[in-house]
């Protein structure tokens, strides 16, 4: 069974990436530029950070 709009949601997906040359940094930084100021900002530092086993 299809999903309509989870394929939309795909395919917006995929053009704001293309468009920012699939590079998570640049995407990143565009969204969070183009976001609400009172919304939360994405921290891929943090999510970095995180990922990371501790020595």
């Known amino acids: ?5 989870i394929e939309e949601l795909w395919a917006v997906k995929d053009e ?3 468009q920012h040359g699939y590079d998570l ?3 990143v930084a565009h ?4 976001s609400d100021e009172n919304e939360p900002h994405l921290n ?3 999510a970095e950070s995180a ?4 020595p």
Do not use: Q
Request: proline share 5%.
């Open 1 to 5: 069974m299809k999903d309509e709009i």
């Open 25 to 27: 940094e640049t995407l």
């Open 31 to 34: 969204l969070n530029s183009s």
């Open 44 to 46: 891929i530092g943090a």
């Open 51 to 54: 990922a990371k086993p501790s």
């Open 16 to 18: 704001i990436a293309e």
